[in-house]
């Protein structure tokens, strides 16, 4: 009687959770670790970010419109207009010399909510807007309110880059930003929507 010659596979071995967490652990510590690394934190891009009294551009003036209430903080961030860079990590896109700012206020009490965003040059932009209603720095999906230049219609995933591209030029490009929260269990949209 013949015996079937099976052939030998490769044992894969899976390291135990405990190992892969320390792997990724040591792979972190090593990128925090080389040379021009930068970390992520709440503050970076503000600097390059905050308009000067009298400021006359370039820069995007936002007007933040159709806020649910007025407490906690708003939000403004612009990116580079691509969908690889457009809401990408604000460490990463500095690292790579990209453009990322970040202007942060409390929401006033009353009145129009304004923020002055300084720009590197004229140009294509992405805007983002976060109304952080409990002001811990992260998007609350139920309670916070988020929006985008040129006022998309939004669903449960990120517009694309090009549906919210703005051009700014060499002087104060003013822009009106509605905020959309959540509204039933697939979307978002702006509170007084009729």
């Not at 009294?53 to 961030?77: F, H, N, Y």
């Amino acid at each position: 009687m013949a015996m079937a010659v099976l052939p030998l596979l490769p044992m894969v071995v899976l390291a135990p959770p405990a190992a892969a967490a320390a792997a990724a652990a040591a792979a972190a510590a090593a990128a925090a670790a080389a040379p021009g690394y930068i970390p992520s934190t709440p503050d970076l891009g503000k600097a390059e970010a905050q308009c000067r009294p009298g400021e006359s551009g370039p820069a995007m003036l936002l007007l933040v419109t159709g806020l649910k209430d007025r407490q906690g903080r708003i939000k403004a961030e612009l990116y580079p207009a691509t969908d690889d860079d457009f809401l990408a990590d604000d460490n990463v896109l500095i690292m790579a010399g990209k453009t990322f700012r970040r202007v942060e206020i409390p929401v006033p009490p009353s009145g129009p909510v304004q923020l002055c965003i300084r720009l590197p040059g004229p140009g294509s932009y992405a805007v983002t807007v976060l109304h952080d209603r409990d002001s811990n720095r992260k998007f609350g999906l139920s309670s916070d309110g988020v929006g985008f230049s040129n006022n998309p219609k939004l669903g449960l995933s990120k517009p694309k880059a090009e549906a919210v591209r703005a051009s700014a030029g060499t002087g104060m490009t003013p822009m009106t930003v509605r905020l959309n929260y959540r509204r039933g269990l697939f979307g978002f949209g702006p509170i007084d929507r009729p």
